[in-house]
Each structure stands twice: as C-alpha cells, then as structure tokens.
Nanobody, 124 residues
Framework: QVQLVESGGGLVQAGGSLRLSCAAS????????MGWFRQAPGKEREFVTT????????YYADSVKGRFTISRDNVKNTVYLQMNSLKPEDTAIYYC?????????????????WGQGTQVTVSS
C-alpha cells in the first residue's frame, strides 16, 4: 500500500515557476514507476510525465516537454515536478500517481495509487 500526498501548488503568473512535491509512504517507493497527471475544469485527466522506478528514464507529454522536469529522491520517498515557463493552459489540478511497474507508463489505468491533487493556477 502506498499513500501519496502532493504539495506545492498555488497561483503564479504566466512565465513563472512552481515545484510540486509528492511524498509517498511505504518502504517500496523505489520499486514504483511514478507519474504526474492533471485535470483542468471541464476536461478529462491527461498525462503529464512519468519516471521509472530508478529515476533513470523519463517521458513527457508534448505540451510540457522542455518546460517541466520530473525527478525523484528514493531516499526521501518523494517525486518532484519542476514547472517552468508556465502558461494559463497549465491551470489544473495536478495529481501524482504510483504504478506497480518499475518502468514509466502514460496510461492512467496502469496506476494503482493516487494522491489527492494540488491546484495550480496560472494567471495571464
């Protein structure tokens, strides 16, 4: 069982930066691929980025590539999402998730554990 708690969301102006954190409970964090997803009002949840269990490999949605960076600290049981050059269209609730797989996945259905989400609002 893994419990995930996100933090770091807030209100920022376009062009600004935020860093989200996702703290995980449990001793098996280093065995899980992790991902970030987001859901904007009136839209479906969408994939943002994923990282393998070891942290060696990452993958990004085209919409955030070059602006967002996912990383993890397997000692601190935490995964991070550094978001730079934020745009109003990045406004959403951001969720971190843990899969039972060591590699990263883009399919939300492959993730067994989800955090409660943190709101990110980017003003123009």
């Amino acid at each position: 069982q893994v419990q995930l708690v996100e933090s770091g969301g807030g209100l920022v102006q376009a062009g600004g930066s935020l860093r989200l954190s996702c703290a995980a409970s449990g001793r098996t964090f280093s065995s899980y691929g992790m991902g970030w997803f987001r859901q904007a009002p009136g839209k479906e949840r969408e994939f943002v980025t994923t990282i393998t269990a070891s942290g060696a490999n990452t993958y990004y949605a085209d919409s955030v590539k070059g602006r967002f960076t996912i990383s993890r600290d397997n000692v601190k049981n935490t995964v991070y999402l550094q978001m730079n050059s934020l745009k109003p269209e990045d406004t959403a609730i951001y969720y971190c998730a843990a899969s039972g797989l060591r590699f990263g996945v883009t399919d939300a259905n492959k993730y067994a554990y989800w955090g409660q989400g943190t709101q990110v609002t980017v003003s123009s």
